[in-house]
C-alpha cells in the first residue's frame, strides 16, 4: 500500500534540533517531489519546505529558512528534514507528501500533494 511513515519528532528546548525522516512505502520516491509540512495547535497547516525529484531544487518557508534543511535518499527511499535553531514557534504535528509534478522544481503552495503521512509531534519548550 502507498504510505508514507514520519519520525524523529519529540520534546526539545528553544535553540536544540531535530532530524525528521520519512520514509515511502509502496512507490519509488525519487520519482515524486516531496513536501514537509506541519500545523500547530488551532492552526491551519502550513508548508514548510520541499524538494524537487530530478532537479533536487529546494524551496523553504520565510519561518525556517536559514534553519531547516531538507535532503533525499533515493536509495532509501528516505527524506529528511534537519531542523537547528529551534523556536517555540515551531511546534506542531509535521506531515510529508509527495507531488508528481515536481521534476525540476518544487512549490509547497501548490494544490498536487498527496499521499500524507499520519505525522510526527514536534515540541519546542522550555
Known amino acids: 500500500q502507498l504510505q508514507f511513515v514520519e519520525s524523529g519528532g519529540g520534546v526539545v528546548q528553544p535553540g536544540g534540533s531535530l532530524r525528521l525522516s520519512c520514509v515511502a512505502s509502496g512507490f519509488t520516491l525519487d520519482n515524486y517531489g516531496v513536501g514537509w509540512f506541519r500545523q500547530g495547535p488551532g492552526t491551519e497547516r502550513e508548508g514548510v519546505s520541499c524538494?524537487?525529484?530530478?532537479?533536487?531544487?529546494?524551496n523553504y518557508a520565510d519561518s525556517v529558512k536559514g534553519r531547516f534543511t531538507i535532503s533525499r535518499d533515493n536509495a532509501t527511499n528516505t527524506v529528511h528534514l534537519q531542523m537547528n535553531s529551534l523556536k517555540v514557534e515551531d511546534t506542531g504535528v509535521y506531515y510529508c507528501?509527495?507531488?508528481?509534478?515536481?521534476?525540476?522544481?518544487?512549490?509547497?503552495?501548490?494544490?498536487?500533494?498527496?499521499?500524507w503521512g499520519q505525522g510526527t509531534q514536534v515540541t519546542v519548550s522550555s
Open positions: 507528501a509527495r507531488d508528481p509534478w515536481a521534476f525540476v522544481t518544487c512549490d509547497f503552495t501548490d494544490h498536487d500533494f498527496g499521499a
Open positions: 524538494i524537487s525529484s530530478i532537479g533536487g531544487r529546494t
